[in-house]
């Protein structure tokens, strides 16, 4: 996948199109994509995905499809048509269930699997029976990339890990992203790692998360971001400067 020319994706969380499509046109050209996740296709299905690209948006489809292997693959050959950038499965699904969504995928879409969600911690994995988040987080991966997966979305306080895994060609994808709770530029990447919620970076519902400089100064392609820009009173401001803060940190990635 061609990088876009920002690695900021913008997350549409909305079950209104037209609130969906202004806040894409506001964040602007600081946006390299824009995720469209069950909310917002759930409402509007394919329509949602037609008309952000009929606005000249690249879409990251986040519908993290988790079925048999027959049914994944069927989803995936009904979707394909879209022709999105990124369309996301869950690796827990299982080889087979990998292998089937990568075969019913003909166009230009890559096939994102997802490890485990940044809203778990090692508690939550424990209650489900999975070791902690880095254990499983890379086993998910290694079954993922042997499977032909060049796609992974992990939490940032994996990627550096994944990165060296998977190598520079797959595309790592990092939801968990939140600007400095101060609003600076401060946390660029260039400190001692990632920040945790609750050290300086706005956690919301994440459980495992980091600043924009310090996801991309570890290996990350590409960041999730969404209220931060979308509740922002200056989307457009916010996204550039959530921007420029992930960019800074980017000499220290791969």
Do not use: N
């Not at 609750?198 to 996801?215: E, H, K």
């Amino acid at each position: 996948m061609q990088r876009p020319r920002s690695p900021i994706v913008l997350a549409l969380d909305t079950p209104d199109l037209d609130e969906a499509r202004a806040w894409a046109a506001a964040a602007g050209p600081a946006i390299g994509m824009v995720k469209v996740g069950l909310e917002l296709f759930g409402a509007h299905g394919p329509l949602a995905v037609r008309a952000l690209r009929a606005d000249g948006h690249r879409v990251m489809l986040d519908l993290k499809l988790h079925d048999i292997p027959a049914t994944v693959g069927r989803a995936v050959a009904a979707l394909d048509p879209l022709d999105v950038d990124l369309l996301t499965v869950h690796a827990a699904g299982g080889a087979a269930m990998l292998r089937a969504a990568l075969e019913a995928s003909t166009g230009r879409t890559l096939i994102a699997a997802v490890t485990v969600l940044t809203s778990l911690d090692g508690g939550d994995l424990a209650e489900v029976g999975l070791a902690e988040p880095p254990v499983a987080v890379e086993r998910l991966a290694r079954l993922a990339l042997r499977a032909g997966c060049q796609a992974l979305v992990c939490s940032p306080l994996e990627v550096a890990r994944l990165r060296a895994l998977a190598g520079p060609a797959v595309t790592l994808v990092c939801p968990g992203v939140r600007p400095p709770a101060d609003g600076s530029a401060a946390a660029s990447g260039t400190g001692p790692g990632p920040v945790r919620a609750g050290s300086g970076t706005v956690g919301d519902d994440q459980a495992r998360v980091a600043t924009p400089g310090a996801a991309l100064a570890a290996g990350a392609d590409l960041l999730v971001v969404g209220r931060p820009i979308t509740r922002a009173a200056d989307p457009a401001a916010a996204a550039g400067a959530i921007s420029a803060e992930a960019l800074a940190g980017r000499g220290g990635a791969r």
